[in-house]
């Protein structure tokens, strides 16, 4: 049987991976619309995190077996549609993941100063989509709407000393505009209480000792939570009780400041507030501020809803980052796609309403969770298409072509596919330009120039 897999970041690759493993016949084959894999393990992971980053080691591994392929350069929906890989597979697994971002929806959003933290992340970690970003690093006071782990990733590269990011696989243009950074202040709103934050212990214990920034947590916000969060899971109550020690602490820069010493950079957690409109400097070219709705909460624990009390307030600021969420897009009309809720629909992974489809990652479940969370959730979907080529429920017996068919489908239109081997002279390349400048990798950021090493 022929399986082919769109898409090769984690949810793709692990689902690759569980199929190769259980069933010993299967042919896989892997389509990625940039000439580079791992989509956010190169893309979304923070580059002073690269122990996050040795799963590629894993799905080298897979790339590497006999019965597998890889074809980057390929956009599924443009160059080849899904009904088209349809003829030429058994069955067809959509692993793209959430390109898109969920919008503010309020006044202002589209001002010059305001970046969804996707485009941010990508501008840093070499996404050639948002290679050009330039964002504007000029103020002192960043603003970033979230409480998840990618706005303190955000915050953490924002206020990291340089030489702790020039030993990261950070790109080298993101590294010079973040030298020439005034920002010293970075505060990161979110709609909800410190019992709602979505971010983990592990992120926010590493910003609480980044080195020369602050925390700055005021001590009423968590007023009464201990006792609230005596009966919490474990996560949650270690989480909160971090919060409280960091929000008591008396930090030694108090004393130095006192002194008249210059106060370090600093950031700080800011709880019920809801964005209501972003507010633009006089001329209306830039932002100044933000004019947060406070809120109160329903409910408790992590259904709790937000609800404006009526109360404003304004906070200053010259860079907004907003941190609220990745949006999956629909691939190609062939596909059943729930806008509302971003998802294709599907129940274990089967395409509801069309035999032989399947999805696995953030397309299937929503953008949430970490790589583990992606594994075994694409390991999921991989056993119901094992389960399906097994008991008869897929259609083996007419034998399909698979990549044959395909390439001569992009080669009509003009399309080369970049191979796994193309990719390893892509990989060396960055890995020389990195060690020349004593880091681990220099991403090359432009498509051409990847095409161009390897003589496309």
Known sequence: ??????????????????ILKHHGGALVDIYEKL?????????????????????????????H?????????????????????????????????AEDSRVLGIPGEDLPGVYTARAFVGWYNGLPENRDLKPDLSCETALILGHGNVALDIARILLSPLQLLRKTDITD??????????????????????????????????????????????PADFTGLESAVKDAPRPRKRLTELMIKTALEKPVEMQAAAAGVAAPREWGLKFQRSPQEVLPSGDGRRVR??????????????SAKAIPTGDVEELECGLVLSSIGYRSLPLDPAVPFDSQRGVIPNSSGRVEGVPGLYCSGWVKRGPTGVIITTMNDSFDTAQSVVEDLRGGVLDISPSKEGFGLVESILRSRGVRPVSFSDWKKIDAAEVARGKAAGKPREKIVDPAEMLRIIGH
């Open 1 to 18: 049987p022929r399986v082919c897999v769109v898409g090769s970041g984690p949810a793709g690759f692990y689902t690759a991976q569980h």
């Open 35 to 63: 000439p580079v894999p791992f989509g956010l393990v190169r893309f979304g992971v923070a580059p002073d995190h690269p122990e996050v980053k040795n799963v590629i080691n894993t799905f080298t591994q897979t790339a």
């Open 65 to 97: 077996s006999e019965r597998c392929a890889y074809y980057g350069n390929v956009t599924v929906g443009r160059d080849v549609t899904v009904p088209e890989l349809q003829q030429a597979y058994h069955a067809v697994v959509l692993s793209y993941g």
């Open 173 to 218: 243009s993101s590294l010079a505009a973040l030298a020439c950074s005034k920002v010293k202040r970075v505060w990161l709103v979110g709609r909800r209480g410190p019992l709602q934050v979505a971010f983990t212990i592990k992120e926010l214990r590493e910003m609480i000792n980044l080195p020369g920034a602050r925390a700055v947590l005021d």
């Open 289 to 302: 501020g933000i004019r947060m709705a406070l809120t109160c909460l329903e409910g408790s624990g992590d």
